[in-house]
């Protein structure tokens, strides 16, 4: 989100899409898309076997995003906000490295549920039932204050909302 945001603050892209808010002066955010986070595991991980308690989510290897990511942002603060302390795995770059590390076994995360579709439709990742609220957010999109959006633009704006 932070290169996506960077890049619109200096009009090398005419608008982005991003997963946390915006904060910039300059950046005009509107709300895009509602986005659903799913606390996952490997297919035959132990914490399948019922609901999830707090003290095991707390105890198990988490591997997130990495800071300055909005699904990070998200989670430290609807997710982990939840928890007394947790165990932080490792922190990786990209959402197909994170699905890659648990479908393996390494540990636990938490994505967007389009992100993780495919896997879970196709077991190779498994939704956690955990004792926490729903956790969701807004997608962004964000374009510059001073950049003219054409109509070839809105256009594909308003695909964009599909």
Same mark, same amino acid.
């Given at each position: 989100?932070?290169?996506?945001?960077?890049?619109?603050?200096?009009?090398?892209?005419?608008?982005?899409?991003?997963?946390?808010?915006?904060?910039?002066?300059?950046?005009?955010?509107?709300?895009?898309?509602?986005?659903?986070?799913?606390?996952?595991?490997?297919?035959?991980?132990?914490?399948?076997?019922?609901?999830?308690?707090?003290?095991?989510l707390? +105890? =198990?290897?988490?591997?997130?995003?990495? *800071? &300055?990511? $909005?699904?990070?942002?998200?989670?430290?603060? @609807?997710l982990?906000?939840?928890?007394?302390?947790?165990?932080?795995?490792?922190?990786?770059?990209?959402? +197909? =490295?994170?699905k890659?590390?648990?479908? *393996? &076994?390494? $540990?636990?995360?938490?994505?967007?549920?389009? @992100?993780?579709?495919?896997?879970?439709?196709?077991?190779?990742?498994?939704?956690?039932?955990?004792?926490?609220?729903?956790?969701?957010?807004?997608?962004?999109?964000?374009?510059?204050?001073?950049?003219?959006i054409?109509?070839?633009?809105?256009?594909?704006?308003?695909?964009?909302?599909?």
């Amino acid at each position: 989100s932070l290169d996506v945001i960077n890049a619109v603050a200096d009009l090398r892209v005419d608008f982005g899409l991003i997963e946390g808010p915006c904060h910039a002066a300059d950046i005009i955010a509107e709300p895009w898309l509602e986005d659903e986070l799913v606390v996952f595991a490997a297919p035959d991980s132990p914490l399948l076997a019922g609901e999830v308690t707090l003290q095991q989510l707390a +105890e =198990a290897p988490w591997i997130l995003r990495e *800071h &300055g990511s $909005g699904t990070r942002e998200i989670v430290d603060y @609807v997710l982990l906000s939840h928890l007394p302390a947790f165990h932080m795995g490792m922190e990786l770059g990209n959402s +197909e =490295a994170i699905k890659h590390a648990v479908r *393996h &076994g390494l $540990g636990i995360s938490c994505l967007s549920r389009r @992100v993780i579709a495919e896997q879970l439709a196709s077991g190779t990742l498994a939704e956690l039932k955990v004792p926490l609220p729903r956790l969701t957010r807004t997608l962004w999109r964000i374009h510059h204050r001073q950049k003219h959006i054409s109509k070839a633009l809105q256009r594909f704006l308003q695909y964009c909302q599909v």
